[in-house]
């Protein structure tokens, strides 16, 4: 049974497609990341899914319910893109009041605060917090409950790198205990192997439902070889390799997965003009703008 | 229940810390001991008690304070929490769209009926201060303080209204002292406008009295200044306040807060975030 099935979805705004035909699902345990560039149409997907905005066509199941439903409130976690709760209010407060509304004791709150690492904070208004600690309530609020499917928009926008690391461990807790997961970010840099599958939304339309893994092999992306050669003979490797030279020492070979043996060959052959050879596959960045340059009109 | 209680603490936390309490309890408090001191002539004349003099006094303030406070607490309710980004998420809770404005409402009324419990204590006490038959206008008294509640929750509604409309707290906040101004100041002006222009023809007989009653301020008016003899003659009032029956602008008075609710909820329900 799939947390969340999304079938055929269509959404526009005033004739403006935002999401056009987008089908996929979400099995249980399986933290799935939505990537696009800002205007992909990444929030309008969770708004549609939380049940916030009415869709054009297309189906939508959330828990085997419709979205916005009852049942589909209660299993369910939402951190909006840049939320800022009222800052008059202490961090304790707010997530009481968000524990209450689940009709949960506010009593939790402390605990939950300090399972994002806010527990110090707690007693100080939210007006005094950074923006990762502001992200952070919001983070807390989505785990209230145990719920079976959070939809976290940009969770890790104004994250520091270790806090990243932090969130993406607590999103490892989530999932091994069976919850699903979608979270949207603007880099594959910043989701990489911390997640399950990748969607990759670019215009409304969805290029890209894979693994990481598969994402590499389906793009099939030149290899970059990075040639140093030796003092004064860059021009020589240049010409012998048939490659592009890029400063004074450094020639750069693009080749193909299945011919990598055979260009290393070349390379070894020219011996002594060589210094060093390095392997550099294909960037994460370099596969995310494969998949997103292919749909845009 | 626990869901509207659990809006309605946070809401009272903030109007607390944004001195949203003190500013409306100081106010009422400084108009309150104004009135008592500008109404310490002697009253004997009108054959009034004192307190049903000071009630005289405290509406016409009220019509002026009450709906300016509750459109000041009610402006930021829906526009904030768009802004803030915070509305979506509420609305993904199992909480729906009517028990979240109730909850808000419910904190500013108490704000309001903590304000307002204040001043007029202040100005009733004045009045036993300065006359010992004060005790007479103590219904009257009551009878401003409750519809004084309702004329509160009223503009509560409208401003939530206003809030929903606008999105945006600014333009709320115009559009919020915008509606004052036209139902406070503005509509009594034109009524009265209207009937000198009208001199005693088919407006004033028979359009005037409905218009009155539309206008919840009015009706507010109406009801606390004939509602008892006494304050009646404190006021000096007549004509078109004697020819509306009781029934009818306390009718006003209580309908209103229900339809301004229902307008409220409308607005937000009309909102997709
Ligand atoms: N309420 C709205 N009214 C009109 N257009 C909208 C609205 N919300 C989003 N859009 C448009 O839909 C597209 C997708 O937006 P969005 O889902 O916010 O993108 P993302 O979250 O991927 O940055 C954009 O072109 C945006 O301008
Ligand atoms: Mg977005």
Known sequence: MTRLTLSRVTKRFDGQVALDDVSFGIAPGDRVALLGHNGAGKSTLMKLVLGLIPLDSGEISVLGAAPGSRRARRGVAYLPENVAFHPALTGLEQIGQYLRLRGEPASGAQALLERVGLGAAARRRIGTYSKGMRQRVGLAQALIGKPDLLILDEPTSGLDPVSRREFYALLDGLAAEGAAVLLSSHALTEVEARTDRIVILSHGVMVANDTLAGLRKRAALPIELHVAAREGQADEVARRLDGRRVNGSQVRLDCHHDDKLARLEQVAGLGALIDDVEIVPPSLEDIYSHFSRRAAP | ?273
């Open chain 2, 1 to 273: 229940m626990t869901r509207i209680a659990a809006i309605a603490q946070a809401e009272f936390r903030i109007a607390l810390r944004n001195r949203w309490v003190a500013i409306a309890v100081a106010m009422m408090a400084l108009f309150a001991l104004v009135l008592s001191a500008a109404g310490s002539a002697p009253t004997g004349a009108l054959g009034a008690d004192r307190l049903s003099v000071t009630v005289a006094s405290l509406t016409s303030l009220a019509v002026y304070l009450v709906p300016l406070v509750a459109l000041l607490m009610a402006f930021d309710a829906i526009a904030g929490e768009v802004e803030r980004g915070t509305l979506p998420l509420m609305l993904t809770y199992p909480l729906s769209r009517p028990e979240l404005l109730a909850g808000k409402a419910l904190a500013h009324l108490l704000t309001l009926a903590l304000a307002l419990a204040v001043g007029y204590g202040i100005a009733a006490a004045a009045a036993f201060y300065g006359d010992p038959r004060a005790a007479t206008g103590l219904p009257a008294l009551a009878r401003l303080y409750w519809t004084s509640l309702l004329l509160g929750g009223t503009f509560l509604g409208i401003g939530y209204a206003l809030s929903a409309l606008a999105r945006r707290p600014g333009a709320a906040a115009g559009l919020a002292i915008a509606l004052w101004l036209v139902l406070i100041v503005l509509y009594d002006l034109g009524l009265l406008a209207a009937v000198v222009a009208d001199n005693g023809g088919y407006f004033t007989t028979d359009i005037f009295p409905w218009l009155l009653l539309a206008n919840p301020a009015d009706a507010f008016r109406l009801y606390n200044l004939a509602a008892s003899e006494a304050t009646a003659a404190a006021a000096g009032i007549g004509g078109a306040a004697r020819s509306i029956p009781l029934w009818q602008s306390l009718g006003a008075i209580a309908l209103w807060p229900l339809l301004a609710f229902a307008l409220a909820v409308a607005a937000l329900r009309r909102l997709t975030p």
